[in-house]
């Protein structure tokens, strides 16, 4: 029961969603507007359960001698936020908050992934080696995107129709049929939940 | 280890170090590389240049700091666009660690045109689950979002009493990382019909044609080669176009580098024949 | 450029730096910055949730007149039993009524722009040798992913075209890479040039 009434619940408001769609009408347009933000009200309850799983995992490194220190490092940068952004107006420009996640978290985020700019390189040059027709395509059509940043006078203007063709014609076709394939693949997925024939994500006893 | 094996085999921190010193050189020695414009970026240019003073887009700033270097310039450069022709701007963020990012260049924008939050913009603030948001936005704003980012309802925002959702703005511009693009064209234009552009980084940029064709969506900025175009087309320069002459010489090193690894490869392949 | 901006950056600089010194090899400098923007971007993300969606969506709701929403905050409330193993159960609940109103919504517009809109936007006139490329390579695309004919003869050939077609559009999306990569690179060495010039600017007065 405590299973089997959550399947028929997913069934019935997957459904009414469904049918909703097809009937375009003041009411229908209030019950999907409705719907909607209860959703979003009800997600906001279950953020609040990754805050506190991090914390609980972090405070328990706090034990472990080789852990200690990292852990109090993240610890410090949580409590500093909150004790820092108590009123609302701390999110705001000009606020200690804003100023620390300006200095502290915009830098280290925006370094973190500056970094695959090296290993980006790195793959290029380790992996791009014309072995296949198949690699040596991909090869190609790779060196044709990167060699538009280069100013090479006239044959820049070629390369930009090429670059323009590849990107609206085989590359659009390639991405159109991965779509379609992963399109399939989540109505699917979709349909085996409404009709509880996919039930993982209620857990298990 | 042969001359040729060893092409193929330059430690990664010799190829670190060498991308390295190229993203420095253009900082020592400042150069310009010209930049040609392309028809899906035109397009979004044209779109706000058609915008009469009075008319609605709806700006969404739905990126975080870790994609900021390519998004952050496309967002200057249509902000100030769309001031200085006096459109109405309404922005909300998706994106969880967007929103101050997202308010502080509203507000730096804004003020350089003198413009007002709550009368010539609104700054909706921040809500979690892109694709739910958006279909929510699509029938009511003030449903969806209460209180703007400063805590004023919304219903009292003057710049808000011409508009009901989404569908009453003359177009949807997102500058996004990650899938709240999927969900904007799914749940955006697939559901509600409006017209929607896309700004997105460069790793995604290839993802996005398909859409285009299909007319889903109008126009699209990919990376920051896309917005320095922008750049170009507005007239309003910011880091896009600053950005370029690095692009040009690691991309050229990373070329080189390919180019070597291929004769080593060759080279020794040849060899082992004979 | 006043004293306390100046310090700012400086330390904006400094994680930076530590981010960059992965390069080399792991080390404790890099391991305390990702540590601290962990604890950052959490304390930030707490104050967020709780100034801007708990206050907007519960709080203001609640004190609006809007009782309805009590249904949607006891299911986010019961989310919270998550972590209960003998009340786990409730949460069921919850997730059932977020999953069922997201995939109910989910599968017309999955099908509509997924599907019918891709499929309408290759069916196209033969105007051009464009228009033709299209409809050939997004066929042969989506047929190299049909397995239930084996890829001999005729089919082969169809399929090779297919496999082109996607290795053009990997290429075109790893030529796109770079340049995406590569940017974030070239922000944070900017941001370096330009705090070095404020320092310069500083210290000349």
Redesign the interface.
Same mark, same amino acid.
């Given at each position: 029961m405590r299973k089997q009434i959550p399947i028929y619940f997913v069934f019935g408001s997957g459904i009414i969603m469904i049918v909703q769609y097809f009937i375009p009408s003041e009411e229908s347009d209030w019950l999907f507007t409705y719907a909607n933000d209860w959703v979003i009200v009800v997600g906001i309850f279950a953020l609040a359960l990754g805050i506190w799983s991090l914390l609980r995992s972090e405070f328990r490194k706090l034990k472990d001698p080789k852990e200690r220190f990292y852990a109090a490092v993240l610890l410090f940068g949580f409590f500093i936020m909150i004790f820092t952004g108590l009123k609302a107006e701390n999110l705001e420009a000009g606020s200690l908050m804003f100023d620390i996640f300006e200095n502290v978290l915009i830098p280290i985020q925006a370094t973190i992934f500056s970094l695959l700019a090296f290993y980006v390189a790195s793959a290029a040059y380790r992996a791009f080696r014309a072995r296949t027709v198949l690699a040596t395509i991909l090869l190609l059509t790779a060196f044709i995107i990167m060699a538009r940043l280069l100013p090479l006078g006239p044959i820049s203007e070629v390369n930009q129709y090429g670059v323009a063709w590849i990107l609206a014609i085989p590359n659009m076709a390639a991405k159109r049929a991965i779509t379609m394939g992963v399109g399939l693949g989540a109505i699917a997925t979709c349909i085996k939940i409404i009709l509880g024939i996919e039930r993982t994500y209620l857990g298990h006893d | 280890m042969t001359f040729w094996d060893k092409l193929m085999n330059i430690d990664r921190r010799w190829v670190y170090l060498c991308i390295g010193i190229v993203v420095i050189i253009p900082a020592i020695i400042p150069f310009k590389v010209p930049v040609s414009t392309t028809l899906e970026v035109e397009r979004i240019y044209d779109f706000v240049e058609s915008c009469e003073a009075g008319d609605y887009i709806y700006l969404g700033i739905d990126y975080d700091p870790s994609t900021l270097a390519e998004l952050d310039p496309m967002t200057y450069a249509i902000l100030n666009h769309a001031f200085s022709k006096d459109v109405n701007v309404i922005t909300a963020c998706l994106s969880q660690f967007g929103p101050a990012m997202a308010e502080l260049r509203l507000t730096e924008v804004a003020q350089q045109y003198g413009k007002e939050s709550g009368k010539d913009y609104c700054f909706l603030g921040y809500r979690p689950y892109p694709a739910i948001t958006i279909l929510s936005m699509g029938l009511d704003f003030q449903v969806t979002f209460p209180l703007d980012y400063y805590g004023v309802p919304v219903d009292s925002l003057e710049i808000m009493q011409g508009i009901r959702n989404l569908q009453d703005v003359k177009g949807v511009i997102s500058l996004t990382a990650g899938n709240v693009a999927d969900f904007w064209i799914t749940y955006g234009n697939g559901r509600f019909g409006f017209p929607l552009a896309l700004g997105v980084t460069g790793v995604m940029g290839a993802d996005y044609y398909q859409y285009l064709q299909s007319g889903q969506i109008f126009g699209l900025i990919p990376g920051i080669k896309g917005a320095a175009e922008y750049e170009v087309l507005s007239g309003f320069e910011t880091t896009g176009l600053r950005s370029i002459p690095y692009q040009t010489l690691s991309h050229g090193v990373i070329l080189l580098f390919i180019i070597i690894s291929n004769i080593g490869y060759f080279a020794s392949k040849r060899k082992k024949r004979t | 450029m006043e004293f306390e901006t100046i310090i700012?950056?400086g330390?904006?600089?400094f994680?930076?730096l530590?981010?960059?010194t992965?390069?080399?090899k792991d080390n404790p400098f890099y391991?305390?910055?990702?540590?601290?923007?962990?604890?950052?971007? %959490?304390?930030?993300?707490?104050?967020?949730?709780f100034?801007?969606?708990?206050?907007?969506?519960?709080y203001?709701?609640m004190a609006?007149g809007q009782y309805?929403?009590i249904?949607?905050?006891l299911?986010? /409330?019961g $989310?919270?039993t998550? *972590?209960s193993k003998k009340h786990?159960?409730i949460s069921?609940? &919850?997730?059932?009524?977020? /999953?069922?109103? &997201?995939?109910?919504? &989910?599968?017309?517009?999955?099908?509509?722009?997924? /599907?019918f809109? !891709? /499929?309408?936007?290759?069916i196209i006139p033969f105007t051009s040798i &464009?228009n033709v490329?299209?409809v050939i *390579?997004?066929l042969c695309?989506?047929f190299?992913?049909f397995f239930s004919k084996a890829h001999t003869g005729a089919f082969n050939i169809v399929s090779k075209i297919?496999?082109?077609? #996607? $290795?053009?559009?990997?290429?075109?999306?790893?030529?796109?890479?770079? $340049?995406?990569?590569? %940017? #974030?690179?070239? !922000?944070?060495? #900017?941001?370096l040039?330009d705090y070095v010039r404020e320092v310069a600017a500083f210290i000349g007065g």
């Open positions: - | - | 700012w950056h330390l904006a600089a994680l930076t530590c981010i960059f992965f390069l080399y391991k305390f910055a990702e540590r601290l923007v962990a604890g950052v971007a %959490a304390g930030y993300w707490t104050m967020l949730v100034h801007k969606l708990f206050v907007d969506k519960v203001h709701t609006t309805a929403y249904i949607p905050i299911l986010g /409330i $989310m919270w998550r *972590f786990s159960w069921r609940y &919850s997730i059932a009524f977020y /999953i069922g109103i &997201s995939t109910g919504v &989910s599968i017309p517009v999955y099908m509509y722009t997924y /599907i809109r !891709q /499929i309408s936007a290759t &464009s490329l299209v *390579f997004v695309a989506l190299y992913f297919g496999i082109y077609t #996607l $290795m053009i559009g990997f290429g075109a999306g790893f030529g796109l890479t770079v $340049m995406g990569r590569v %940017a #974030l690179l070239v !922000q944070r060495i #900017l941001f040039k």
